[in-house]
């Protein structure tokens, strides 16, 4: 019912074939995070099928020296992936940020970033005091502005609690930052969940943050979309739809059945009859299966 045909963007390019140059020239010599290239001048439809490859080449581009740069955070890198998320998905601008990143298990580009700035760090630290670089880093971090890469480092250093690093001029073990930044993250992408109204079902069916298995899968991108939009709150039911016209929420009432309830995806998955034949024909296979995917709080 919800089959979604291909856009005239996606149109233009399913004949092309795979390019070798995947940034073009135009872009490589103007702006390469521009979001006139992205996503689909960097992602070639023919290669979003593989959430793998979507990673793999759009991540090399964001990430391009932020060891000198990382410890800040971009708003326009971070755009850039969200784009090449939300077309990898197949889903639309409003879908919220948090989803994304939760049905993808892709980390915001400035945790990258800062694991690679605190790598520069550690090669700064164990280089040869006669190396240029190693003068330079040495006198930037004697002076007091405040804007200089050792402050910013020093900020960095102290957002994450390892301001004896910084003070001693240690180096610290990657891993272990890795797993602190991304620690961090999660909490924080937990947290921000509970506030976001449309994200309702969301929470109650995601519980790690994890890739997702339909986003590995080769599925065809309108069944690949479909699944995001359902779990990301944005297939166009009442529930969504009455909101663009300020609806109260308890008036968003399915006009498909005679139940009376509000037209959600709790009730369109489970409740309604329009859908009956369907899901009861579904429902035989899951359980001859012993498959068990949602939290039983769904059910109710």
Known sequence: MFKRGKSEEEKSYTNKPTPKIWLNQEAAHSDPLS????????????????????????APILDYCSGIWGFSRSLNIESVQHR????FLGVHRFT??????????????YCRHQLNAIR???RLITMSDDRLTKKVFVWDKEQSNRSNWSNNMKRLFDSLDLADVYDNCAIYDLAQVESRIYRNFVNTWHEDLQNI????TYRVIKHDFQTE????????????????????????LRIETGR????????????FCDKNDVEDERHFIFHCSLYETIR?????????????????NFFS
């Open 84 to 87: 090449a998320l939300r077309y």
């Open 197 to 200: 109204s449309k994200l309702r």
């Open 35 to 58: 979001l006139k290239y992205t996503p689909t001048s960097l992602l070639d439809s023919k290669l979003t099928k593989n959430y793998i490859t979507v990673e793999l080449r759009l």
């Open 280 to 296: 009861n024909n579904f429902l035989v296979k899951i359980e001859s299966q012993n498959i068990s995917t949602f939290d039983d």
């Open 244 to 255: 663009y016209s300020g609806e109260p929420v308890e008036e968003r009432i399915c006009n």
């Open 96 to 109: 919220p940020i948090l989803s994304l990143q939760g049905e993808s298990g892709w980390v915001p580009a």
């Open 213 to 236: 298995p339909y986003i590995i899968m080769d599925l065809p991108k309108p069944e690949r979309s479909v699944m995001a939009m359902l779990r990301c709150g944005i297939l166009p």
């Open 120 to 122: 520069f760090w550690n």
